[in-house]
């Protein structure tokens, strides 16, 4: 029973950080296009 408990863990483990991947590559794709232009200060 508790390695079918660490399974369902290591699954769900597994799950998030690809989704947490996935955000990641999204994100880094869009660049600046995501956040507000930044303003230049000399």
């Known amino acids: 029973m508790g390695q079918d ?8 483990t597994a799950s998030n950080t ?3 991947l996935d955000v ?3 994100y ?3 660049g600046d ?3 507000a232009p930044q303003p230049h200060v000399d």
């Open 33 to 35: 296009g995501w956040q």
């Open 28 to 30: 880094k794709a869009l």
């Open 24 to 26: 990641v590559a999204l």
């Open 5 to 12: 408990v660490t399974s369902a863990e290591r699954s769900l």
């Open 18 to 20: 690809a989704t947490f």
